[in-house]
């Protein structure tokens, strides 16, 4: 079995930032590329940023500049460093995974973390 744990969200004022976290355990033998979404209410899920194992990063237009995702593969483990933050960056945050796990490969999810940006 496969778990991706977020963790790290919350109410925050514009302008103030937020550390999202996302942690994978159970029967994992690699994980490939990795990915934040966020879906706002009333709205589809949306890719926020992604990161290959390598490093290499991709951004939403609408982050670009001041969201950074990272990762420790070490840990298994992919962080989402938000700055500056708009009342339209509310939503609720998902961790994504393509891996390799002991079933197969599999496109995992978190359970998702929520984020309000409000004065």
């Known amino acids: 079995q496969v778990q991706l744990v977020e963790s790290g969200g919350g109410l925050v004022q514009p302008g103030g930032s937020l550390r999202l976290s996302c942690a994978a355990s159970?029967?994992?033998?690699?994980?490939?590329?990795m990915a934040w979404y966020r879906q706002a209410p009333g709205k589809e899920r949306e890719l926020v940023a992604t990161?290959?194992?390598?490093?290499?990063?991709n951004y939403a237009n609408s982050v670009k500049g001041r969201f950074t995702i990272s990762r420790d593969n070490a840990k298994s483990a992919v962080f989402l460093q938000m700055n500056g933050l708009r009342p339209e960056d509310t939503a609720v945050y998902y961790c994504?995974?393509?891996?390799?796990?002991?079933?197969?490969?599999?496109?995992?999810w978190g359970q998702g973390t929520q984020v309000t940006v409000s004065a």
């Open positions: 994504n995974a393509h891996l390799k796990s002991l079933i197969g490969d599999l496109n995992a």
């Open positions: 159970g029967s994992i033998f690699s994980i490939y590329d």
């Open positions: 990161i290959t194992t390598r490093g290499s990063t």
